[in-house]
């Protein structure tokens, strides 16, 4: 018998989860403050988890910077190529019409549309690109506390990762202030 | 809870600036009196560019100045004194430019053909538009705007200086409605305000989109003068503690914003035109692609547009400020050949291209006056708003992305 495709979709989609440590803070200063701590103790790839942006979260977790804005340039630049042999291919090439008078090719007539798959490609792509990156769409998540997405601030190491080593992480934590150490899924 | 804030150091014009603008000046006066002998066309037609560039910075400076106090916006406090002292230039602005309409009322001569009851008088257009352009409703507009821009900044501008004396809260409250009058009349007064001065040079010409193509350039240029100026100030160790480099990546993303919306505009203006191909239209184009005028054409595309776009482009550009002033040189430089572009052609009647020490001088001149208004005004003002009560948001300013 034959899965139910949605079924299926949602197995694809629901993201593996690995155990780890987990600490939570109540208060996001000393959460950003924790993050740097445990990034100069030599820990790479481990997650913070806020309810909203945080300033200088980046800069403590030593975040390298998105290469997303380099996706929205090339495929912007693309596009424009695109728009650009389009046109000339569609007006000038395999369909002339004369309009008004004007040359087949008539670059000021085109730019709108030139603009417009800029545009769309540049947009479109910088969407995807950034769904690829943040693991989107993700269905049933696991869940550390369902606070996290109201009050409360996390960091989550998981296991096994570079520079990983429970007992001196769980010490950090609690010298940081967190309000709860212990091992979590994420 | 109220914490204090320090009162930034007084800044001076340095011995160098003040010779610098004060020669600039001197250059200008001697230009413009031998440019008026040489050939009075010219003369008046290099005046009114160095009178609109300079009056749109002041009116630029305003309307910057009253978007943020419109938007209760608290990143840009510490910047804000640096664009109100861009409006020390307005009245000078009203005196040049009743100057400039008595050197038009001379027998022989007027910039605009309008002005001169003889070419009226053979053109049955400029009789169908006499009702709106002829010379007396012509000094009532200008006065109404004059009157209407110098007074609302002196409201605006008179309760931002005040503020630093009482740190009264309310003045902070009443500026809101001033800007939003401000801005309501500016909206309307710099659009009807461009089609007079400029516009009206080839009178035959129309183009409803006139006064937001001026208001593009008007706000590129506002936003390269006052990254210049914080330039100035961090160079000389004023405003380091009240002007980080989140601020410069917020004015260079402004700055990128609006070299696209003037592409944005020409472009919209002049693709209409070359599309629906009328004469009465076309007139506006005609001379200025052909001859050298094409090549001033070119230049625009290039400098104003594309050059900045790609150099404005990344992050690290808009957060480093010598980069950034050069651009905004860059950009003051191509304001200049814009209006240039906009006003010469008009000389009648052959569209000759000219470009000589008449035009460089007398703006030079206007270029040396606004200095030494803006001087002026940041030397008898604190330099930054210290007291107004949303500084903390600016002073902690930091942006992601």
Known sequence: MPKNPIETLENLLRPASKPGLVGIWMDEHKLVDAAQKVRESGVKNFNAISPFPLHGIDDAMGIPRSFIPWVTFVMGLTGCSLGVLFTWWASAVDWPLIIGGKPMWSLAAFIPVIFELTILFAALSSVAALFFLAGLPKIDPVIIDPDLTSHKFALFVPEGVEGYNRQELEQLFKEMGADEVRSAEF | ?401
């Open chain 2, 1 to 401: 809870m109220e914490i204090k804030v320090e009162k930034p150091n007084p800044w001076t014009a340095s011995v160098r600036l003040k010779s610098v603008f004060s020669s600039f000046m001197f250059i200008g006066l001697i230009s413009l009196v031998f440019a008026l002998f040489d050939d009075k066309t010219r003369a008046w037609h290099a005046y009114l560019i160095g009178l609109f560039y300079f009056t749109s910075l002041a009116l630029g400076g305003l309307f910057f100045a009253s978007i943020q106090h419109l938007t209760n916006a608290g990143w840009s406090v510490n910047i804000r004194r640096i664009t109100e002292s861009l409006t020390a230039f307005l009245p000078w602005a009203a005196g040049l430019t009743v100057i400039f309409v008595l050197g038009n009322f001379n027998m022989d001569f007027q910039v605009y053909d309008w002005f001169n009851k003889d070419i009226i008088a053979k053109d049955g257009l400029l009789q169908h538009k006499e009702a709106y352009l002829n010379p007396t409703f012509f000094i009532i507009r200008t006065v109404i705007f004059f009157g209407l821009w110098l007074f609302l900044c002196k409201k605006i501008i008179g309760n931002s200086i005040k503020q630093d004396e009482s740190g009264d809260v309310s003045l902070t409250h009443k500026a809101v409605p001033l800007s939003i009058a401000f801005l309501g009349v500016f909206a309307l007064s710099y659009s009807l305000y461009s089609v007079d001065t400029l516009m009206s040079l080839e009178a035959h010409w129309f183009s409803t989109i006139f006064g937001v193509y001026c208001f593009a350039g008007l706000f590129q240029s506002t936003l390269a003068v006052i990254i210049l100026i914080i330039g100035h100030l961090l160079k000389k160790g004023i405003i380091n503690k009240y002007v980080n480099e989140n601020h410069l990546h917020d004015m260079g993303k402004f700055l990128f914003a609006f070299t696209v919306f003037w592409a944005y505009i020409a472009f919209s203006q002049y693709m209409l035109i070359w599309y629906s191909n009328l004469p009465e239209e076309t007139i506006f184009f005609e001379p200025r692609q052909s001859g050298t005028w094409l090549y001033v054409s070119f230049s625009l595309i290039l400098f104003k547009f594309i050059v900045p776009f790609f150099a404005l482009l990344p992050k690290w550009a808009k957060r480093n400020i010598s980069h950034l002033s050069a651009v905004c040189i860059l950009l003051l430089v191509m304001q200049f050949v814009d209006l240039f572009w906009l006003v010469y052609p008009n000389i009648k009647k052959n569209h000759e291209f000219m470009f000589g020490f008449q035009e460089v001088g007398v703006f030079l001149g206007f270029l040396g006056l606004f200095m030494y208004s803006v001087a002026k005004f940041l030397s008898s003002h604190p330099v930054v708003p210290y007291r107004d009560p949303r500084i903390h948001e600016s002073m902690d300013h930091h942006v992601v992305y």
